[in-house]
Every structure is written in C-alpha cells, then in structure tokens.
C-alpha cells in the first residue's frame, strides 16, 4: 500500500512539487519495500540473460555485462549488478533500493534500468550496459585525448541529467565523476542511486562529527554542516565535477585532508581553473561554489549557458590565466599548509615542500622563477 500521509514531506526527495507532473517517489513510502521494486522495476526472467564477464566490484556484489534477450526484442547488452550469497534481508532490501530509485528516471543522462531479477537467486539489477565505464577511471585512462567541445558535451549531457532529477524533486547528494557512467559514444549518464545507502558504498564518504557519512570534496559546506542537501548542494557537486572532467580525473584539493579541504573551502578558498581550462568553464565553476546556495546557478541554467558555449566555441577560446592559476593555487595552499618559501633552496624545492612539485614547470612559465617573486606574491 502507498502511504500517503503527513509524513510524505519529511523526507527531501518526497516533495510533492506539482499535481500531475512525475515526481520521484521516495520507496520508504512503501510499507512493503518489495512493492516498491516491482511498481517501478520489470520483473525479468533469468533465462533472458547470459553472463559473459565480471566488470566490476559493488558493495553487494559482482558486476558483470552480458547480453539480455528478451522475447520479441532486439538483444542489448547489460550490466549485470548481483547480490552475492548469504545475505541478510535487509541487505537484500538496500541492494534493490537502488533499482525503485531508478526505475523511476527515464532520460537520456540518467542509468536506465532494464529490469530486476528477484524471483530466483542470484538477485540481479540490469542495467544499460556503459563500453566506457566510470568517468573518473576513463579520464585517467585518456589524458588529454579529448577536444574542449567533447568536454564540454559530457558536462553538458551531466548537467541535462541532474536538471531532470531536480526537476522531479531528487537530490542526489553523491555527485562526482566516480559516480558518472560513460558509453562508447561518450555519452554521459548520472548512476549510483540511493540514499544513505550510496554513501556508506562510497569510499570517499568519510564520518563527520555529527556521524552522518559524507564525500567531503564534493559536498557543499552547508551539507556538511547541517546535513542541508538540495538541489543547491547537488549544484556545488556539480562544480567539482566540472573540474574533475576539465584536469581530466585529477582528485580534487589532491592530497590535502577532509579537515583541511573544509577549513579552506570555509575561510573562502576554491580550487584553481584546471590546466587548458576556458575561463567561462572557470567561471561557471566558481558560481556552483558560491558560499550562498541561493546565489548558485540552477541546473537548468547551466544547461542553457552550456549550450550556448557550444554553440559559440569562439567563447571557449580565452583560458584561464597562468599566472592567476598559480598565484590562486598559492594562496590556497599558503593557507593550510604553511610552509615558508623563504626556507627553501628553489622554488621546485618549496613546491615538493609543500607536495606541489608537478607545478613546478607552470610557476616557471608564469614568470615564478626565482623564490623572491613566489614570496612576494604570497604576501600579496
Ligand atoms: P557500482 O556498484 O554501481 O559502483 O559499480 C561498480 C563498478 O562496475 C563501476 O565503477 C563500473 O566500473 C562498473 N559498472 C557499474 N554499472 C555499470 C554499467 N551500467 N555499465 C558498465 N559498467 C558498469
């Protein structure tokens, strides 16, 4: 039975913004979560699927891809998620959590869900299957092999996925590249559903002092704060991702530790623009991570702005300034780690001081040669 009482607002997701437009419905409203599984999930039958190869590791399982046939379909291939062995039922009921959240979503950025396998064991999720795999491992894999236009159209499919989950009322909370599917066309799709149950999964979640589980690097600070996870928050997420994909899979604030990311991110400091990045790119970044959520741009917005650089790449054409790229990433690092350019020999050596080394070349580029001009510009 759907319950369809007071409580239907307490939960953020469960909003229930206009009648007659889709709404996302969240699954603890079931009293039977396995309801919940099949009003939004196809049953399909296990002898429709064969299992060909292990493509991954969940928290539940293997993941593995393999061709679905369905009776009168044309063949598909999919990701297989299993739930492995001697599990409990309430493991059972987190695995297929996932599937009633996504079963839901139907867009062109958002993982679309084949179906459920629950009456036989293995229990198995089926998926579209992605050649690519996650965006963060696939930017690694291809650094520096895509144009800025390409770039920009996987912000540009992610952006148009998260605008329609906003749209439905669903806030993801764990929005970054790892969490991010890409096919062999490069398209981009918004995976890893669920609720507390995606961050417990996440191995960037870390425990805050109010024992919630958050991936500090990609959560604004009012979420890490006060728990206070909108749209808004998932809009901030967005900006990291924006720079994962513009340094091509690089960790975000790099070896820094969850307390000093948000003491930085507190006391106003923001990521440098990524190597090669067009400063509108930059710029839209900044504004995802403006202290004041209501000061951010919507996904929808985001969505139109990128358009519109796509449809004028001469705008993409101005990068991010080199010397305002290191002396942004100065003040930055001069603020939590506070090692002193003027004991060092060089500046490569105050950059390894302070694990910066790799920057060395871009200092020197930017006119940073010598430690008089670094330390001059750190008191700036
Ligand atoms: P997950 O448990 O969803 O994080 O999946 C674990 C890993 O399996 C991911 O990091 C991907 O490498 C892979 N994977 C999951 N879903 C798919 C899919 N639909 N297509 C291709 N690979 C996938």
Redesign the pocket.
Known sequence: MLILSANINIHEHNIIKYPGVRTYIDPLTYEDPNQAVHEFAQEIDVSFISIERI??????GE?C?GPLRLPGKRELP??I?TLKAGYTEQQRRDFLW?ASIMGQFDHPNI?HLEGVVTKSKPVMII????????LD?FLKKNDGQFTVIQLVGMLRGIASGMRYLSDMGYVHRDLAA??I?V?SNLVCKV??FGLSRVLE?DPEAAYTTRGGKIPIRWTAPEAIAYRKFTSASDVWSYGIVMWEVMSYGERPYWEMSNQDVIKAVEESYRLPGPMDCPEALYHLMMDCWQRERSNRPKFDEIVCLLDKLIRNPSSLKKLVNSSHRVSNLLVEHASVEPANPTLAQSVGEWLDSIKMGRYTELFMEGGYSSLDTVAQMTSE
């Open positions: 493509i991954g590791a969940g928290e539940f993941v891809s999919v990701a998620k996932e993982i998926t579209e299957y992605m050649e690519n795999g996650s491992t790892r969490n599917l096919n995976s890893d999964d």
